[in-house]
């Protein structure tokens, strides 16, 4: 067996420095961030390292707060991502919900093939079944790179609608709580991200947004 190190301190370089350069440029950063959290922004995305969250829309420390996995999903049996959608809508007050999504996503390519993964062909499950579901928007896509594009925006789209479902968004809606559910996707080929225009504010735009599918 190889050796495996048990410290890492480049990393620990890493952060001394990126400390003290954030220290310099607001000093009172830190001492702010220890009293509280205050984001106006839930980001839902993948766990693909090529897509940091923070650094993609330019946000410190504390303005974003963060939930990923593989393929951005929203399930409603998974507990961590309604624990922080809960967390993030009901105590910290968010005003939006941002499911991202990214293309090249590794998760969409591998729900899309005909072998086995292991474990995690459990979980690409509900992307093969996005893909069945709206099969009706392959039609004439004999590309393989081009129906994985596509599918990585509308499993991003049927995030936004599971994140609508959600006993959660459907209560701060019924008491009337300022909260909107966006749909973007990431392209790691140029840093890019574009809106997929599926906004949703209400459960009356949620429905709207549903009867496109």
Known sequence: ??????????????????ASRITAEHPDF??????????KYLW??????????????????????VHRNVGNLVIHTDMNC?????????ILNVKHVIVCGHYGCGGVKA?????????VDNWLRHIRDTYTRFGRHFEGISDNA???RRLCELNTIEQVINAGNTTIMQDAWRRRQDVAIHGWIY????????????CVTSPRELDLLQRKK
């Open 82 to 90: 309604l624990s922080v959608l809960q967390y993030a809508v009901d």
């Open 30 to 39: 830190f001492t702010g961030l220890a009293a509280q959290q205050a984001p």
């Open 1 to 18: 067996m190889g050796h495996i190190m048990k410290a890492l301190p480049e990393l620990f370089d890493n952060n001394r420095k990126w």
């Open 146 to 148: 081009e129906r994985v």
């Open 44 to 65: 839902i995305g993948c766990a693909d390292s090529r897509v940091p969250a923070n650094e993609i829309v330019g946000l410190l420390p504390g303005e974003l707060f």
């Open 111 to 119: 729900a899309l093939e005909d072998q086995a993964h292991g474990l």
């Open 187 to 198: 392209d790691i080929a140029d840093g890019m991200l574009k809106d997929l225009d599926v």
